[in-house]
């Protein structure tokens, strides 16, 4: 099984930026696809973005590509999704999720975090 528990949601202003942590344990294997998805009320669960824990590689969403970046720290085996000038559209509940399959699609990813609200006033 695998663990993950997001951190570092909040309130913040439209420009500014915060820092998701999401740590993982459990069996962490280093063919993991760790993905970053969002659900504003009201509306599906949409991808963010990936990164594979092992070589870093990355893909986004066109919708943050550029003000987005995810990184992983394997020795602490977390993953952070940097999110940069922020805007009142980018408020939703922010979910990591582990899978082996390299994907934008929440189906392919079995385990998820229990996600955190990130709220951008305009």
């Known amino acids: 099984q695998v663990q993950l528990v997001e951190s570092g949601g909040g309130l913040v202003q439209a420009g500014g930026s915060l820092r998701l942590s999401c740590a993982a344990s459990g069996r962490i294997f280093d063919n993991f696809i760790m993905g970053w998805f969002r659900q504003a009320p009201g509306k599906e669960r949409d991808f963010a973005g990936a990164i594979r824990w092992s070589g870093g590689s990355t893909v986004y969403a066109d919708s943050v590509k550029g003000r987005f970046n995810i990184s992983r720290d394997n020795a602490k085996t977390t993953v952070y999704l940097q999110m940069n000038s922020l805007k009142p559209e980018d408020t939703a509940v922010y979910y990591c999720?582990?899978?082996?399959?390299?994907?934008?699609?929440?189906?392919?990813?079995?385990?998820w975090g229990q996600g955190t609200q990130v709220t951008v006033s305009s």
């Open positions: 999720a582990a899978g082996s399959i390299w994907s934008s699609s929440s189906r392919r990813y079995p385990y």
